[in-house]
């Protein structure tokens, strides 16, 4: 069964930092997502991607935040300066046209 | 503004003692609703896709409903393996996925 992977599953930085995270969304899927959920709080949307460019994006989604899908396979979220608050799991999804979303499952990242 | 708001927050359950979890929504052009499982430090696993009012989906001991402002996640006779966040989610006109807070179930044996 397709799934969505995504590398690594667990990262730990410096603050003032930069990361990448790393997706494989499922091959023919058109729709991209990221999302954060720091612990024991809700799901939150960061950015939708579609043709190849961002869709919508929160107002958590700022400066210091950046997507790519550099290869036609990988999607990536770039964090230039991690700050404190940047640690989080983040999830990686993917969307056909009509069909519902599925989820890596995370990166756990933990800025120290 | 789009919102998701899911109740109980929590909810424990005995096992075999059968409830529903509450999912209300407002949002412009919806076009879908999704039921996720989540357990804890994975990432959301799908379970339901509904589409328009009046339409039901099941699996196993779940049974998902839909109507225009809620929806409900209807567990029959749970065991202790259906303990885990059962998240709601809206996709709304334009590709946003927006989630709710989710409601943490625990079935005690």
């Known amino acids: 069964e397709p799934e969505v992977t995504q590398t690594p599953s667990h990262q730990v930085t410096q603050m003032g930092q930069e990361v990448i995270l790393r997706c494989v969304p499922i091959s023919n899927h058109l729709y991209f997502y990221w999302y954060r959920q720091i612990l024991g709080q809700k799901v939150e949307f960061l950015v939708s991607?579609?043709?190849?460019?961002?869709?919508?994006k929160s107002e958590i989604f700022d400066d210091q935040f950046s997507v790519e899908r550099p290869d036609g396979s990988n999607f990536t979220l770039k964090i230039r300066s991690t700050k404190l608050e940047d640690s989080a799991m983040y999830f990686c999804?993917?969307?056909?046209?009509?069909?519902?979303?599925?989820f890596g499952q995370g990166t756990r990242l933990t800025v120290v | 503004e789009d919102q998701v708001t899911q109740s109980p927050e929590a909810l424990r359950l005995q096992e075999g003692e059968s409830s529903s979890l509450n999912c209300s929504y407002t949002?412009?052009?919806?076009?879908?609703l999704f039921w996720y499982r989540q357990d804890p430090g994975k990432g959301p696993e799908f379970l339901f896709t509904?589409?328009?009012a009046g339409e039901e989906k099941e699996k196993e001991r779940l049974k998902a409903t839909l109507t225009k402002k809620e929806s409900f996640l209807h567990i029959t006779a749970p065991k202790p393996e259906d303990s885990a966040t059962y998240l709601c989610?809206?996709?709304?006109?334009?590709?946003?996925?927006?989630f709710g807070q989710g409601t943490e179930l625990s079935v005690k044996p």
């Open positions: 991607f579609y043709n190849n460019e961002i869709s919508e």
């Open positions: 509904l589409y328009s």
């Open positions: 999804a993917s969307r056909g046209v009509g069909t519902e979303a599925f």
């Open positions: 989610a809206v996709l709304r006109q334009g590709g946003k996925l927006i």
């Open positions: 949002v412009s052009g919806l076009r879908g």
